[in-house]
T-cell receptor, first 112, second 111 residues
């Protein structure tokens, strides 16, 4: 069964802290995405990748790094977390860019 | 750039009411349009998509028709149920780019 698994599901950190959000997909999909979801803004794309070692920027990349280490694994890094990065983060995957992505269950991040 | 506008932030209905959630888009050419549904504690999931003018997408009693003339893709359902309570997102993807989502509409259906 197609799956996108995110960890951790919840994370609390302090301003200036270092955070890594993890995502693994077992769908053999080429594309992986990181979104943030905020009330009044909907879902906004941070970074995406079309394969191991590839990284593309989305609409709101500032303050975020990402790395795609394998076809299965995509990480989102916040090296100096700020309260404005408090949000619900979703990872998603799709085989091709023109397909609707399959979403994980989300990671809720609070930056105090 | 490409964008999607959902005018209703929240909609409250009673069971068996008719639902309309408005979605208008701004994009060049012929983008593919999508509707997603998100239940509490879950990620969004695809309801359906449409790629051509006048194409109707439908699923689970929901439907929307691609209208290039009015740049719209409004979501409709004839008779909502309490189980339809969720957040609904309109999205578009234009050739060579990635999906962009609207701001979402929270639907609450009371019995």
């Amino acid at each position: 069964e197609a799956a996108v698994t995110q960890s951790p599901r919840n994370k609390v950190t302090v301003t200036g802290g270092n955070v890594t959000l993890s995502c693994r997909q077992t769908n053999s999909h080429n594309y992986m995405y990181w979104y943030r979801q905020d009330t009044g803004h909907g879902l906004r794309l941070i970074h995406y990748s079309y394969g191991a070692g590839n990284l593309q920027i989305g609409d709101v990349p500032d303050g975020y790094k990402a790395t795609r280490t394998t076809q299965e694994d995509f990480f989102l890094l916040l090296e100096l977390a700020s309260p404005s990065q408090t949000s619900l983060y979703f990872c998603a995957s799709s085989e091709y860019n023109n397909q609707a992505p399959l979403f994980g269950e989300g990671t809720r991040l609070s930056v105090l | 750039g490409d964008s999607v506008t959902q005018t209703e932030g929240q909609v409250a209905l009673s069971e068996e009411d008719f639902l309309t959630i408005h979605c208008n888009y701004s994009a060049s050419g012929y983008p593919t349009l999508f509707w997603y549904v998100q239940y509490p504690g879950e990620g969004p999931q695809l309801l359906f998509r449409a790629s051509r003018d006048k194409e109707k997408g439908s699923s689970r009693g929901f439907e929307a028709t691609y209208d290039k003339g009015t740049t719209s893709f409004h979501l409709r359902k004839a008779s909502v149920q309490e189980s339809d309570s969720a957040v609904y997102y309109c999205a578009l993807r234009n050739s060579g780019t990635y999906q962009r989502f609207g701001t979402g509409t929270k639907l609450q259906v009371v019995p």
